[in-house]
C-alpha cells in the first residue's frame, strides 16, 4: 500500500476503481493452554451452561468471560455460536468495557470490536486505547465509526504509517473531518507514504501543501461541513422539480442522456471556488447533486473521482454515458467496464457519444438492436467511419436478427 504502483495520472491508475479497503484478521480458536482454567471448564460444560455465559451470567471474572465468549463462537452447537456472536450487542458496557482495555489476544478485540454498534462508545474507546489491538481492527474501525471516536484513530500517527489502508478507509468515512484528513495525508506523504488508494493522492497532497488552511479546523471542516449541508439541500430541491416536471411533462423518452436537464438546474454551490483536495473528496463521498456537476469538472482528476465513486448509481452511468460535456477519461473508463455495459441503454449512449473513441464505439457496435443500428447508419451526429460500420453490419444480419 505505501508502495507507489503507478505514476499519478497514469492509465492503470485511471483505470482502477477506488473503494474502501476491507480487511479481516484470520480469527481461530485460541490454543487451550493459552485460557485460564476457569475458562477451559465452562467450554466443556453442558450447552445451557454455555448459553447462560453468552448472557454474562457465569461465575467469570470479565476478561474470562470475554475470552468465553470469543471461544464458543467456534462451538460445534449452533445455539451456542449464534449466541456468541451476538453476545457483543447484548453484553452492557459495565461487562465488557473495562476488559476490552486488558491486554487481551488481539483476535477476542477484533471479535469485539467489529460486532459492537459504533455507538457503544465507552468500549469501543478501551479498545482503540488498546496497543493489543491488531492494525486490521483499526481498519475496519475507521470505515465504521463516528467523528468523536475517529479523532483517536488520527492521533495514532505511529499506526497509520504503519498500516496505511487505515487511512484510506478514514478518507472514505463521510463522518471523518476534512482537517483531519488533509492532517493525516500530509503526515503521510512528509514520511514518503503513498497512498494509492485515495483518488489523485499525488495531486491532492500538492492542493493541501498549498493550502494554509487546509489543517485548520475551525476553517477546513466548516467549510467542507457547509458544502456537504448545501448539497443535500440542493438535492432535495431537484428531485422536488423532478417529480413536478415527470408530471407535467412525463418521463424522458428512451435514448435521452439528461444533459438538457442539467444545463437547466441551477448551481447552488460554486464548484469553481472549492480546493483541488475539496472537490476530490466530495466527488467521491458526496450525493449525486455533487457527481453530476464535478463529473464535468475541467480537471480530470476530479472527474475520475466523481465516476469511481463508490456511491455512484446505475442511472447515473447511464446519463454520463451519453453526456457530451464530460471529459474523454470519464467515457473511456465507463467503456472498460464490464458491469456498465451489460447495460444496454449504456452501450448505446457510448456508441452515440462523440467523446467515445471510436475503437471502443465500434467494439460496442454488435451488441445493439437492429432499429438502433438503422439508426446510425443514417446519422450525420457520428463518424462517417461508424455509421458505415453500422451499415454493414445491418447487412451481414439476417432480416429478422438484432
Known amino acids: 500500500m505505501n508502495e507507489t504502483e503507478s505514476e499519478p495520472g497514469s492509465a492503470s491508475e485511471?483505470?482502477?476503481?477506488?473503494?474502501?479497503?476491507?480487511?479481516?484478521?484470520?480469527?481461530?480458536?485460541?490454543?487451550?493452554?493459552?485460557?485460564?482454567?476457569?475458562?477451559?471448564?465452562?467450554?466443556?460444560?453442558?450447552?445451557?451452561?454455555?448459553?447462560?455465559?453468552?448472557?454474562?451470567?457465569?461465575?467469570?471474572?470479565?476478561?474470562?468471560?470475554?475470552?468465553?465468549?470469543?471461544?464458543?463462537?467456534f462451538d460445534p452447537d449452533e445455539a451456542v455460536k449464534a449466541a456468541a456472536f451476538a453476545a457483543p450487542v447484548g453484553l452492557p458496557d459495565q461487562v465488557v468495557a473495562l476488559p476490552l482495555g486488558e491486554p487481551l489476544p488481539r483476535e477476542v478485540l477484533h471479535f469485539f470490536a467489529?460486532?459492537?454498534?459504533?455507538?457503544?462508545?465507552?468500549?469501543?474507546?478501551?479498545?482503540?486505547?488498546?496497543?493489543?489491538?491488531?492494525d486490521e481492527t483499526f481498519l475496519v474501525l475507521a470505515g465504521r465509526l463516528r467523528e468523536r471516536e475517529l479523532e483517536i484513530i488520527f492521533d495514532n500517527e505511529q499506526r497509520i504509517l504503519r498500516y496505511p489502508a487505515i487511512l484510506q478507509a478514514l478518507y472514505f468515512n463521510p463522518h471523518a473531518r476534512m482537517s483531519s484528513i488533509n492532517r493525516a495525508i500530509e503526515l503521510c506523504a512528509r514520511n514518503n507514504v503513498r497512498i494509492a488508494g485515495i483518488p489523485a493522492y499525488d495531486e491532492v497532497v500538492k492542493s493541501i501543501r498549498?493550502?494554509?488552511?487546509?489543517?485548520?479546523?475551525?476553517?477546513?471542516?466548516?467549510?467542507?461541513?457547509?458544502?456537504?449541508?448545501a448539497a443535500a439541500k440542493a438535492a432535495s430541491a431537484a428531485d422536488a422539480a423532478a417529480e413536478g416536471e415527470a408530471a407535467a411533462d412525463g418521463p424522458l423518452p428512451a435514448g435521452a442522456t439528461g444533459d438538457e436537464k442539467d444545463e437547466r438546474e441551477s448551481t447552488v454551490i460554486d464548484f469553481t471556488k472549492l480546493k483541488l483536495y475539496e472537490k476530490i473528496r466530495l466527488a467521491t463521498l458526496g450525493n449525486e447533486y455533487c457527481r453530476q456537476h464535478l463529473i464535468r469538472d475541467p480537471n480530470r482528476m476530479v472527474a475520475m473521482a466523481a465516476i469511481r465513486s463508490?456511491?455512484?448509481?446505475?442511472?447515473?452511468?447511464?446519463?454520463?454515458?451519453?453526456?457530451?460535456?464530460?471529459?474523454?477519461?470519464?467515457?473511456?473508463?465507463?467503456?472498460?467496464?464490464?458491469?456498465?455495459?451489460?447495460?444496454?441503454?449504456?452501450?448505446?449512449?457510448?456508441?452515440?457519444?462523440?467523446?467515445?473513441?471510436l475503437a471502443l464505439s465500434l467494439r460496442m457496435l454488435p451488441h445493439l438492436r437492429a432499429e438502433d443500428l438503422k439508426t446510425l447508419a443514417r446519422s450525420k451526429n457520428v463518424p462517417s467511419a461508424l455509421s458505415n460500420a453500422a451499415r454493414k453490419l445491418m447487412q451481414t444480419r439476417s432480416p429478422g436478427g438484432g
Do not use: W
Open 310 to 357: 463508490p456511491k455512484i448509481t446505475d442511472s447515473e452511468i447511464v446519463r454520463t454515458a451519453g453526456h457530451r460535456g464530460v471529459c474523454e477519461d470519464v467515457i473511456r473508463y465507463i467503456a472498460n467496464q464490464r458491469e456498465f455495459v451489460k447495460m444496454y441503454q449504456v452501450k448505446f449512449n457510448l456508441v452515440t457519444n462523440p467523446k467515445c473513441p
Open 14 to 73: 485511471l483505470e482502477a476503481g477506488f473503494q474502501p479497503p476491507t480487511a479481516e484478521l484470520n480469527l481461530l480458536p485460541l490454543p487451550a493452554d493459552l485460557l485460564p482454567p476457569p475458562v477451559r471448564k465452562l467450554l466443556a460444560a453442558p450447552t445451557p451452561v454455555k448459553l447462560m455465559a453468552t448472557k454474562g451470567m457465569a461465575a467469570l471474572k470479565p476478561a474470562e468471560l470475554l475470552l468465553t465468549v470469543y471461544q464458543l463462537s
Open 210 to 229: 498549498e493550502d494554509p488552511a487546509a489543517l485548520d479546523p475551525e476553517i477546513a471542516d466548516q467549510a467542507f461541513a457547509s458544502v456537504l449541508e
Open 114 to 134: 467489529t460486532r459492537l454498534l459504533p455507538t457503544r462508545t465507552q468500549a469501543i474507546e478501551k479498545i482503540l486505547y488498546n496497543r493489543e489491538a491488531a
